[in-house]
């Protein structure tokens, strides 16, 4: 079974700047997409930025321009980078990864990390 773990939440004042990490049990060069989710307190769970295969990267409105999603192939790592943090960013943070079943098929199995948690507050 695969393991996402995550790391780099924490406490952080408005304005300030955050960089997530999923590390993963298994190479990541194969995965169809991986993506950043969060669970903001008193709202539904927020896809938050999303990187294909290729590279192919889009945002939330809420985040674009000032996050920033990348991995590193070699570490079986992705990251979000998020500047400019504001209240509204708190929340629990997951990273998800889906991989294909084989090759040229559309079937796909994913696992999700544990979350992290990130505070903003002054």
């Known amino acids: 079974q695969v393991q996402l773990a995550e790391s780099g939440g924490g406490l952080v004042q408005p304005g300030g700047t955050l960089t997530l990490s999923c590390t993963a049990s298994?190479?990541?060069?194969?995965?169809?997409?991986m993506r950043w989710y969060r669970q903001v307190p008193g709202k539904e769970r927020e896809l938050v930025a999303r990187i294909y295969s290729d590279d192919t990267i889009d945002y939330s409105p809420n985040v674009r321009g000032r996050f920033t999603i990348s991995r590193d192939n070699a570490k079986n790592t992705m990251y979000l980078r998020m500047i400019n943090l504001n209240p509204e960013d708190s929340g629990v943070y997951y990273c998800n990864i889906w991989w294909p079943v084989g090759s040229h098929t559309r079937t796909e199995y994913t696992y999700w990390g544990q979350g992290t948690q990130v505070t903003v507050s002054s």
């Open positions: 298994q190479s990541i060069s194969t995965a169809n997409s």
